[in-house]
């Protein structure tokens, strides 16, 4: 007797096309390597734990300052130097297990599925988008269509997540999930229009650096593709 085949549902037919071959690469990798496959995420959740402990010591606060925090009235290279670091710095006015989590979550799949390299130098793209465009925003001015007001300059940039939607954006790209990065990018306009802070429209430019990165890529590879 043949066994009756069990109809597929629609969801379940768009999980699959949707997320089956990042769930595959992901669960592959955690399968035969377990916490091995993710080391530079774990560091970094360390780090980023530390700095949260250090900068909530009255000791601590202006020394994590110095080092981690990037605002657009600092100098322009004393911003650069700060930036790298500047992505495990948590908010002060935010819970930090939501940062970790993110970073678990985002990092994690990012390193599985990128490598550690690629992951922190798209990470690095982000966070350096956002900290320009502040720049360039309080230059421009409120009365501009993408200024920001001159009290921004002393706002302290995002931290860890800039980073995050720019990783889930791309991993989202190139592991061809293309309703969940459509949904990354519409949940930071909705975002915007809600909070009209520094914050929201730095994740924009987060965005907007990496979308740069994926034009590139796609462009040289159909060079590639040509050439072949």
């Not at 970094?44 to 657009?72: D, K, P």
């Not at 678990?104 to 900290?131: D, H, M, N, P």
């Not at 302290?156 to 990018?185: E, F, K």
Request: hydrophobic share 55%; net charge positive; proline share 5%.
């Amino acid at each position: 007797m043949s066994a009756t085949a069990v109809p597929v549902s629609p969801l379940r037919r768009f999980a699959r096309r949707e997320w089956g071959p990042l769930y595959a690469r992901v669960r592959g990798a955690l399968v035969t390597e377990r916490w091995r496959a993710i080391p530079m995420t774990l560091a970094a959740i360390c780090l980023t734990s530390v700095f949260q402990l250090v900068q909530n010591q009255s000791w601590g606060y202006q020394f994590v300052q110095n080092i981690g925090a990037v605002r657009a009235e600092d100098p322009l290279l004393l911003s650069l130097l700060r930036t790298p670091l500047s992505l495990f710095v948590p908010a002060l006015d935010l819970p930090v297990w939501g940062a970790l989590a993110q970073m678990l979550l985002v990092f994690g799949i990012a390193e599985i599925c990128l490598g550690r390299w690629k992951t922190l130098f798209l990470a690095y793209v982000a966070s350096l988008s956002g900290t320009l465009y502040a720049r360039v925003g309080v230059g421009l001015g409120p009365d501009h269509p993408i200024g920001l007001p001159e009290i921004d300059k002393t706002v302290v940039d995002t931290g860890p997540s800039a980073a995050v939607v720019g990783l889930a954006l791309y991993v989202c790209w190139r592991y061809g999930a293309r309703w969940t990065a459509a949904a990354v990018v519409v949940a930071m306009v909705i975002e915007v229009i809600v909070k009209t802070n520094l914050a929201g429209k730095e994740h924009i430019a987060a965005l907007l650096g990496v979308f740069v990165l994926m034009l590139i890529e796609a462009a040289l590879r159909r060079r590639r593709e040509r050439r072949g």
